[in-house]
């Protein structure tokens, strides 16, 4: 890399999905452009991306899925109601439920909303919101909360669950879900054919989309 001034990652949306997980590309652009060789580092890509916290970076933890639809004829300003009103999960999907908010608000989420929910088997997580942006014109719609169980090394998770939605052109959405997590649990789930948080997050999507179009 020290014959060149810069890096240049043409294509689409494979890069933002690729990139964010391949350690080698990110360890050699890093020791590059600490050892002052690139000058720069540009990424053509026509989608948004999730925004990682270092702690949950994809490929770096025990577990992560990612599920993403486009669907026609509705947009972001039907869908984010459903995603953010607790109240509706469990009317489009099955794999979620004992929904309650420690602090007394809900059902909507806002930034910063603690909250708990049980999930995949487990008992009732303790999340919180730490990424809320919610729809406005020519912005990328994101919702991210934490989730945690404690106990025991054997039960203790750790997961960061994200959501993005954007409106596309010709009256379409795109609603992107990952979740990374960390823990022996989450091991185990990683090591599942197929992975059970695939599944599920898939039908989390089209029972969300479904609601969405009404």
């Given amino acids: ?15 933002l999905k690729d990139l964010a997980v391949n350690t080698d590309s990110g360890a050699l652009l890093i020791r590059s452009t600490e050892e002052a060789h690139l000058k720069g580092i540009a990424i053509m890509a026509s989608q948004s991306a999730i925004n990682w916290p270092d702690k949950y970076l994809p490929g770096t933890t025990d577990n992560f899925v990612s599920n993403e639809i486009i669907v026609r004829g509705i947009g972001v300003a039907q869908v984010w109601p459903y995603l953010v009103d607790t109240s509706k999960w469990t009317t489009y999907y099955d794999n979620v439920s004992d929904i309650t908010f420690p602090d007394g608000d809900g059902p909507e989420l806002a930034d910063g909303t603690r909250f708990s929910f049980a999930t995949f088997g487990f008992p009732p997580l ?18 991210s909360w934490t989730a945690r169980q404690d106990g025991p090394p054997e039960e ?4 960061l669950h994200a959501w993005l939605l954007e409106d596309l052109p010709g009256d379409r959405v795109r609603i992107l879900t990952q ?8 091991a185990a789930l990683a090591r599942q054919t197929p992975n059970p948080m695939l599944n599920g997050h898939q039908a989390w999507l089209d029972g969300l989309a479904k609601a969405a179009k009404g």
Avoid: C, W
Wanted: glycine share 12%.
């Fill in 1 to 15: 890399m020290e014959d060149y001034n810069a890096v240049f990652v043409p294509g689409g949306h494979g890069p």
């Fill in 156 to 159: 203790q998770l750790d997961v």
């Fill in 179 to 186: 979740e990374s997590q960390i823990g022996k649990p989450a």
């Fill in 126 to 143: 303790d999340a919180q919101v730490v990424e809320f942006e919610p729809p406005t014109e020519g912005k990328t719609a994101r919702l």
